[in-house]
């Protein structure tokens, strides 16, 4: 879910969501969205990782890769993923050891990660199409380390919510939820997702707290060591495509350190595109995702030629 979120006990919040019963049946949105992409598998030391490729355009349009956070899967680009595959073709893994993906020979390493991640691209859209790739938190180190790893073939590089390139924020308190059971269960994800993920708690939906706790049963990797291991200014380092940077102003994580963070990174990469989202939290692409597919558009755009 989050690279800089620690655990205590679990309060139960009995308080439920009014949007929820206006919103469409988050069961079937899923299933809709998934059955309308194509599913692929990719090595993953001995074992395997699980890809799916949207494609509304009707043609071979350019690809953008989506890497999503720590305790994530592709659910995490729910309300972007529709968007974006009117003009892109949107491939999106569940990475190493999260979601439906295979855990990976090495747990701890970043960059040995990003090179499954790299292979496995190169495995569904072959290995000389160029692509963009977009980060959210731990997936901002993978999409730096893939841009780092292949070179010229990467147009774009766009990180989101990214929690390693400057001081470390405020480690956010989460409830324990494994152990518990319906409505007390329900209310603890929906009180971890406005401490972490969602600053507005009226756009904890139905849909949010459904993909909060399938991503939460099959998370196994531990990526807050990974994302603050440096490797991500490692990549930027040796980075040669454009990058670009969005982060929610009330990015949980991040704060209060947030500007320090931004300051190092446009002081690092003085070239690159960052913006701050107004009243927005961490897991910014889904509570303001109108606000970040028009920018996800224009940066995209911005780099189509290369």
Same mark, same amino acid.
């Given at each position: %879910?989050?690279?800089?979120?620690?655990?205590?006990?679990?309060?139960?919040?009995?308080?439920?969501?009014?949007?929820?019963?206006?919103?469409?049946?988050?069961?079937?949105?899923?299933?809709?969205?998934? !059955?309308? !992409?194509? @599913?692929?598998?990719?090595?993953?030391?001995?074992?395997?990782?699980?890809?799916?490729?949207?494609?509304?355009?009707?043609?071979?349009?350019?690809?953008?890769?989506?890497?999503? &956070?720590?305790?994530?899967?592709?659910?995490?680009?729910?309300?972007?993923?529709?968007?974006?595959a009117e003009r892109y073709r949107v491939l999106v893994p569940?990475?190493?050891?999260?979601?439906?993906?295979?855990?990976?020979?090495?747990?701890?390493? *970043?960059?040995?990660?990003?090179?499954?991640?790299?292979?496995? $691209?190169?495995?569904?859209?072959?290995?000389?199409?160029?692509?963009?790739?977009? &980060?959210? =938190?731990? &997936?901002?180190? $993978?999409?730096?380390?893939? &841009? *780092?790893?292949?070179?010229? @073939?990467?147009?774009?590089?766009?990180?989101?919510?990214? =929690?390693?390139?400057?001081?470390?924020?405020?480690?956010?308190?989460l409830l324990k939820v494994r152990h518990l059971q319906g409505?007390?269960? /329900?209310?603890?994800?929906? #009180?971890?997702?406005? @401490?972490? %993920?969602?600053?507005?708690?009226?756009?904890?939906?139905?849909?949010?707290?459904?993909?909060?706790?399938?991503?939460?049963?099959?998370? /196994?990797?531990?990526?807050?060591? %990974?994302? /603050?291991?440096?490797?991500?200014? /490692?990549?930027?380092?040796?980075?040669?495509?454009?990058?670009?940077? $969005?982060?929610?102003?009330?990015?949980?994580? !991040?704060?209060?350190?947030?500007?320090?963070? $931004?300051?190092?990174?446009?002081?690092?990469?003085? #070239?690159?595109?960052?913006?701050?989202?107004?009243?927005?939290?961490?897991?910014? *692409?889904?509570?303001?995702?109108?606000?970040?597919?028009?920018?996800?558009?224009? %940066?995209?755009?911005?780099?189509?030629? @290369?």
């Amino acid at each position: %879910m989050n690279d800089d979120a620690r655990s205590e006990k679990p309060v139960a919040d009995p308080r439920a969501d009014a949007t929820s019963r206006v919103q469409p049946d988050p069961h079937r949105l899923l299933a809709d969205l998934e !059955a309308e !992409a194509m @599913r692929y598998e990719t090595p993953n030391g001995n074992d395997h990782m699980v890809w799916h490729l949207w494609n509304r355009t009707g043609r071979a349009a350019p690809v953008v890769v989506l890497f999503h &956070g720590g305790a994530g899967s592709w659910r995490h680009w729910v309300r972007n993923i529709p968007v974006l595959a009117e003009r892109y073709r949107v491939l999106v893994p569940d990475l190493p050891g999260l979601g439906e993906s295979d855990f990976p020979p090495d747990g701890d390493d *970043a960059e040995a990660i990003a090179a499954i991640v790299a292979a496995g $691209i190169d495995g569904v859209i072959g290995e000389d199409t160029p692509y963009d790739v977009v &980060g959210f =938190s731990f &997936g901002a180190t $993978i999409a730096a380390c893939v &841009g *780092a790893q292949r070179g010229d @073939r990467v147009r774009s590089v766009t990180i989101i919510g990214s =929690s390693g390139v400057g001081p470390l924020g405020s480690a956010v308190q989460l409830l324990k939820v494994r152990h518990l059971q319906g409505e007390e269960r /329900r209310e603890t994800h929906r #009180e971890n997702l406005n @401490r972490l %993920m969602i600053a507005d708690r009226a756009k904890i939906d139905e849909l949010a707290l459904l993909i909060q706790d399938w991503n939460t049963v099959r998370s /196994r990797l531990r990526t807050p060591a %990974m994302s /603050r291991s440096g490797a991500i200014l /490692r990549a930027l380092d040796r980075l040669h495509a454009p990058l670009n940077g $969005i982060w929610g102003e009330f990015d949980a994580p !991040a704060n209060p350190r947030a500007p320090e963070r $931004i300051a190092a990174l446009r002081e690092r990469k003085p #070239e690159a595109d960052i913006r701050t989202i107004p009243e927005a939290g961490h897991w910014v *692409a889904y509570e303001a995702a109108e606000t970040v597919n028009g920018m996800l558009l224009e %940066m995209l755009e911005r780099t189509a030629g @290369r």
